[in-house]
């Protein structure tokens, strides 16, 4: 990989929704020698821009800082912390596993009753600090603390990796590896953006399009694989190559940005599979209905165990996904 420990330092970071600023702070200072201009909204999505030299397009590319977590909505009397979910947890794969509250604190998912009778309600759920008591717990955690998961970095065979939160911070990483080789003799104006609360609704990028008022907007972000024994069903594979969004639940890309980005795959001889999903969705959604409309596309690396501790992606993918990005920067749209 171009600079793996920087992929890991994202991982590291936590950032659960509406809560990014320590994943922003990390891209802020990767970003900062390379950004034309720079800026933080009201919201928290960060804006890089890098200026075209004349007689391009207005391309907006959008990562997510944020991942899914959990937070405090009631301390019980016996310590326990109630908690509602922020963004779509598993249940079956938060239960018995570790987080990690933002302060540093640890803390073990459980439930009430069994699990398999929890039906995906994360309203079953609950955080065991090791508490004895609400008093107890108070000392330790707030009404309102919120909490990811543990995940730590690991390597596995055939160059594949795996951690929590590679959701979204693979897309972090390929746009800051893209901004860092961005051609400078690019007709295109260039927005590449890092958003905030996609994981509740793409909240981040709605506000940042109707700034920005792209011509193109893409959505740099994962997803999930289809090539193993799981509940979803598609053509989606681990070392595919990267992804072109053809559709998803929430957007039918540009046929002319999906013709294009199949260009440059083919051109740059960059290894891609086309995507369709039939449940998620991306920031192109949000792009797509701002303003008076804006052409969608997505760029989407394949994950195993999305949404979850242990996500499984390929650095050949990974890789892959910049050099598209970087193509598409450079590109002459009609």
């Given at each position: 990989?171009?600079?793996?420990?920087?992929?890991?330092?994202?991982?590291?970071?936590?950032?659960?929704?509406?809560?990014?600023?320590?994943?922003?702070?990390?891209?802020?200072?990767?970003?900062a020698p390379f950004a034309d201009e720079m800026m933080t909204d009201a919201i928290g999505n960060l804006i890089v821009r890098k200026k075209g030299k004349g007689?391009?397009?207005?391309?907006?590319?959008?990562?997510?800082?944020?991942?899914?977590?959990?937070?405090?909505?009631?301390?019980?009397?016996?310590?326990?912390?109630?908690?509602?979910?922020?963004?779509?947890?598993?249940?079956?794969?938060?239960?018995?596993?570790?987080?990690?509250?933002?302060?540093?604190?640890?803390?073990?998912?459980?439930?009430?009753?069994?699990?398999?009778?929890?039906?995906?309600?994360?309203?079953?759920?609950?955080?065991?600090?090791?508490?004895?008591?609400?008093?107890?717990?108070?000392?330790?955690?707030?009404?309102?603390?919120?909490?990811?998961?543990?995940?730590?970095?690991?390597?596995?065979?055939?160059?594949?990796?795996?951690?929590?939160?590679?959701?979204?911070?693979?897309?972090?990483?390929?746009?800051?590896?893209?901004?860092?080789?961005?051609?400078?003799?690019?007709?295109?104006?260039?927005?590449?953006?890092?958003?905030?609360?996609?994981?509740?609704?793409?909240?981040?990028?709605?506000?940042?399009?109707?700034?920005?008022?792209?011509?193109?907007?893409?959505?740099?972000?994962?997803?999930?694989?289809?090539?193993?024994?799981?509940?979803?069903?598609?053509?989606?594979?681990?070392?595919?190559?990267?992804?072109?969004?053809?559709?998803?639940?929430?957007?039918?890309?540009?046929?002319?940005?999906?013709?294009?980005?199949?260009?440059?795959?083919?051109?740059?001889?960059?290894?891609?599979?086309?995507?369709?999903?039939?449940?998620?969705?991306?920031?192109?959604?949000?792009?797509?209905?701002?303003?008076?409309?804006?052409?969608?596309?997505?760029?989407?690396?394949?994950?195993?165990?999305?949404?979850?501790?242990?996500?499984?992606?390929?650095?050949?993918?990974?890789?892959?996904?910049?050099?598209?990005?970087?193509?598409?920067?450079?590109?002459?749209?009609?």
């Open positions: 990989m171009r600079e793996q420990q920087l992929l890991e330092k994202l991982v590291s970071a936590r950032g659960v929704s509406g809560y990014e600023r320590e994943v922003r702070e990390l891209i802020e200072k990767e970003a007689g391009g397009k207005k391309i907006m590319f959008a990562a997510h800082m944020d991942e899914i977590g959990f937070m405090v909505k009631k301390i019980e009397k016996d310590g326990r912390l109630k908690v509602r979910s922020l963004g779509w947890n598993w249940t079956g794969s938060a239960y018995n596993e570790r987080v990690q509250f933002r302060n540093g604190r640890n803390g073990v998912v459980s439930c009430e009753g069994w699990i398999e009778d929890v039906k995906n309600d994360a309203g079953k759920l609950y955080v065991d600090i090791g508490a004895t008591s609400d008093e107890d717990a108070k000392k330790y955690v707030k009404l309102g603390d919120v909490c990811g998961y543990f995940g730590p970095w690991m390597e596995l065979v055939n160059d594949r990796v795996c951690a929590r939160s590679l959701d979204n911070r693979i897309g972090c990483y390929q746009l800051l590896e893209a901004l860092k080789e961005h051609d400078g003799e690019s007709p295109n104006d260039v927005y590449y953006v890092f958003t905030v609360q996609e994981e509740l609704g793409c909240r981040g990028s709605q506000v940042a399009a109707e700034r920005i008022a792209p011509d193109i907007g893409i959505a740099v972000d994962i997803s999930p694989a289809h090539d193993y024994p799981c509940d979803l069903e598609g053509s989606n594979e681990v070392d595919g190559g990267i992804g072109i969004k053809i559709s998803d639940p929430s957007v039918i890309c540009d046929e002319e940005v999906v013709e294009a980005m199949e260009r440059c795959c083919e051109e740059k001889q960059i290894k891609c599979q086309r995507e369709v999903i039939d449940k998620g969705g991306t920031d192109a959604s949000s792009m797509n209905l701002s303003g008076m409309g804006v052409k969608a596309g997505g760029v989407v690396t394949v994950v195993r165990y999305p949404h979850s501790q242990s996500a499984v992606a390929s650095k050949k993918d990974i890789e892959a996904g910049v050099d598209l990005i970087k193509a598409i920067a450079a590109y002459s749209f009609s």
